[in-house]
């Protein structure tokens, strides 16, 4: 038997104005697909070939422009027509690549791959948690996995769960029923932290659920900054048949739904100005500020100075202060053949201000690669990391690249919403800052008007599943 494993991942947030180009993703082909995802052993022990045709990841960013995502689809397709006898095809995608004129990426891709292979094979699906599944896709798919952490810390489980069911169906020659149920609601992302109830009781249930013929229970968030009819929460259920299938499905997404009124944050929240006092006035402990509306890892821009403008405006030099990961393509260009120490300008929306250049630096990409140059420009006595491209610094080794040691900060400004879960043992307090720009947490103001109605929260009505 012969299974081809192929990714395309990518999630699109609607609201930005950076579009990736091919350089924006961190690609492998043939056997280096396995640096990326560690399935083969699964396929291996089961005495079923593999066939690792083509990866691509990038850091989330805007709507995906066509000609881009089209280049990716054919390196798939063409590996998917050379084997087009192959038994299983895994699939590993983020769930919410919205693609300049089709749409969802996702549904695409699934649709053009059986229309070369046919019905015959059998398709594992890997999706992230923000998942803005179509429900055209789900009849495609014979299994669906999706991550069960946010903060993600179960990709390589996910993508394996995804792998070990398809070969047990392979090997044991039963094909398995998907069954999805899409939630009405559109929760925000970084009020869903699987570690805090109610989702940890949620998620543990979906494990405890997953014998006797069900196989895979999955509650998958969503991702707000899409403006598509598919963009809402939804549960999907991988059985052994439709009965047990739709059961669970509709059982879990009544439970989903019963618990939305207790997402909340769990960190505390301000304004720019009223987060960066509270940060100065903290003593002790390292203290990280999330500028959530400016949040690459979920696909803005990341070039905002808000926070850095108002720590100058508060004149915070006395604290040990790194602001990280500003994409300013201009400042590492400038700088280059610079000197530690040299002076340069420094370009903020209310004028220029004076900086000293400390380092230079390498950033780490979103699929760990190393993609590109930081410099670090000391402004009023802040270290503040530019990049060359839009980055993500979500754990200390990112800090490392860029010549930082992160243990020496009290203070820790990051594109984030959430604090990724890497950078926790780091963090005395965390301040969410509601901060303005394309990935802002405000359901009400993105202005969303494709999305199905009604939708909690921004309806109020009674719902109940059926499928
Ligand atoms: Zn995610």
Known sequence: MKVIVASFQYEACGMSSTFPGTGDFECAEGRDVYRKLDVEDVFRENGIETVPVFYANALPGGICPLAIYESFAEKILSGVREHADADGILLVCHGSSEIEKIGSGELDLVSKIRSVVGDRPLISVA??????????????VDIVC????????????????????????????????????????????????????????????????EQNGIFRVNLFFSHMWVDAPNTCASVTVTAADARLADAAATDFANRFWQARKQFRFRVETGSVS?????????????????????????????????????????????????????????IVEGTRGLRAGEEIEVPLPAGAVKGKIVRRGKILGWAKD???ESVTVDVGGIDVIFTEKRSAFIAKENFELAGEDLETYEIVAVKQGYLFSELAPY?????????????????????????????????????????
């Open 427 to 467: 963090c005395d307090k965390q301040y969410f800052v509601m901060s303005d720009g394309s990935s802002c947490v405000d359901i009400r103001r993105l202005g969303l008007k494709r999305i199905p109605r009604p939708l909690w929260p921004l309806d109020d009505f009674e719902w109940q599943a059926k499928i």
């Open 274 to 330: 009223e987060c960066v006092r509270a940060a100065l006035a903290r003593t002790g402990g390292r203290v990280f500020l999330t500028d959530s509306g400016d949040n690459t890892t979920a696909g803005a821009e990341g070039d905002r100075t808000d926070i850095l403008q108002e720590l100058l405006r508060v004149g915070a030099g006395r604290k040990k202060i790194c602001v990280s990961g500003i994409t300013s393509p201009e």
């Open 127 to 140: 999706f992230d948690l923000h998942a803005n599944i179509h429900p055209r896709l789900i009849p495609m």
């Open 146 to 209: 999706g991550y069960k952490t946010a903060p993600h810390t179960d990709q390589r489980e996910t993508h394996r769960a995804a792998a070990k069911i398809l070969a047990d169906a392979l090997c044991g020659g039963h094909r398995p029923v998907v069954r999805m149920v899409k939630v009405p609601m559109l929760p925000a992302g970084d009020t869903m932290l699987t570690a805090e109830e109610p989702l940890r009781s949620l998620i543990a249930k979906t494990r405890a659920a």
């Open 370 to 372: 190393v993609i590109g």
